[in-house]
């Protein structure tokens, strides 16, 4: 197990073709912990596949360093990093059988002479001859253990002598796994591994490796593109765009309290509705010709902007839970049902407010009678405001109010006499 840090990372591709360089990471900077599950997110082209290539050896940075363990390794060979990757594409060797690709790193660890070579290799091809016919060969036969452990592990027991052509892919996604523990490596790099996968198996491999992370304890750097995933499998996210770092930080961090409003927009399904609002009043805001009174961190922090002669224009953020049916009153929002998406458990509600025609998504219950074009009225959970400025970035949360020192009785003093 190790600490990664990447300090100050950036990868910039030379120009081609008359085209100008193409800037993939700008001088970043990432600490991920020892034993930690770290899933890295963003856009297409964001630097997030960049980055793990960068760890595995097979790119180099353009500028900054990337330490492992304590040790830096920008400069380092793939081979000496201390590092399994396993691919999109599963990259399994077609002429070896499952057995030989989970053993094929563990046979490539180390320099053998020629003769170790010869006896490793009649040890192997005598595998089938009775045991008083086999060379003997005790780096092989702890290979093997070490084989049979992983496939018992990763459930593969019964495939390790089929070819990968006559595996489906989970199976091969399992075998692909099981080569990268084998080596027991510091680090685990995946690159977006189930995105090949169906639906339903994507859900049971997605819950074998967190069980197998949280087994083996290593660190492992997770890219995908899939929410769920993001949100399901990670100690913490890392949001990448452009190739700068959005927001670091636990899923539920992510989700409720967003840095700015791209990691707002692209963390969450559906994304987060985004209001534009005017503060009005002492810890007030308005949105069309109605007032709210927000409450909560979001309240505090809303004064706190007011105190410190923050501007008067800007975007309320609110999730699709902060937005409920309900029954038309003054305070109450009324909006035309324009789509519903039914989901089993419940209902999707896109509507159009009535004032300022803004689109907002919301949760309903699946027993709600909706259609399309009906008027319906929305109430706001007053805890449920985030508040972005015009950069784009949250405001500042209020300050922790100072502790009042305990009144306590007055020391007393001995005497003098």
């Known amino acids: 197990m190790a600490e990664v840090r990447f300090q100050q990372v950036s990868k910039t591709y030379p120009p081609r073709r008359g085209s100008a360089a193409v800037e993939v990471l700008r001088q970043l900077d990432l600490s991920i912990r020892d034993g930690e599950f770290l899933v890295l997110v963003g856009p297409s082209g964001c630097g997030k596949s960049t980055l793990l290539r960068l760890l595995a050896g097979l790119e180099s940075p353009s500028g900054g360093e990337i330490i492992v363990g304590g040790r830096r390794v920008t400069h380092l060979r793939p081979s000496q990093r201390d590092v399994a990757m396993v691919f999109q594409s599963y990259a399994l060797y077609p002429h070896l059988s499952v057995a030989d690709n989970i053993g094929f790193g563990l046979r490539r660890q180390r320099q053998r002479t020629s003769v170790q070579q010869l006896q490793d290799s009649l040890h192997r091809a005598g595998r089938a001859l009775p045991e008083a016919l086999r060379v003997p060969s005790s780096r092989e036969q702890r290979i093997e253990a070490r084989i049979q452990e992983v496939a018992s592990t990763l459930e593969l027991e019964h495939l390790l002598d089929r070819m990968p052509k006559e595996l489906s892919g989970g199976q091969k996604q399992r075998v692909a796994l099981g080569r990268a523990i084998a080596r027991q490596p510091s680090v685990f790099l995946m690159d977006e591994p189930l995105s090949n996968l169906d639906a339903k198996l994507r859900t049971g491999t997605r819950a074998q490796i967190v069980e197998l992370q949280r087994r083996l304890g290593t660190t492992t750097v997770y890219v995908t593109h899939d929410q769920v995933e993001a949100m ?25 309290w967003p840095s700015n409003l791209f990691v707002a927009q692209f963390i ?117 405001w985030r508040f972005f400025d015009a950069n784009g970035e949250a405001i500042p949360m209020a300050p922790e109010p100072i502790a009042e020192p305990s009144s306590g009785p007055e020391p007393v003093l001995p005497s003098l006499g």
């Not at 890392?238 to 961090?253: D, I, K, M, W």
Request: overall charge negative.
């Open 268 to 384: 969450g399904s559906p994304a987060m509705n985004l209001l534009p609002i005017t503060v009005a009043g002492k810890g007030q805001l308005q949105l069309g010709s109605r007032r709210f009174l927000p409450e909560g961190p979001s309240g505090d922090a809303l004064m706190h902007w007011q105190e410190a002669g923050g501007i008067e224009t800007l975007t309320g953020g609110l999730r699709a839970e902060h937005l409920r049916l309900a029954p038309a009153t003054n305070r109450n929002l009324p909006a035309e049902v324009c789509h519903v998406e039914g989901l089993g458990n419940e209902q999707l509600l896109t509507c159009r407010l009535e004032e300022g025609s803004h689109l907002v998504q919301l949760r309903a219950d699946p027993g709600e009678q909706l259609t399309p074009g009906e008027t319906v009225h929305l109430e706001i959970d007053p805890k449920g």
């Open 232 to 256: 399901t499998m990670g100690h913490r996210i890392a949001v990448l765009n452009r190739g700068s770092l959005q927001q670091l930080g636990t899923p539920a961090e992510l989700y409720q």
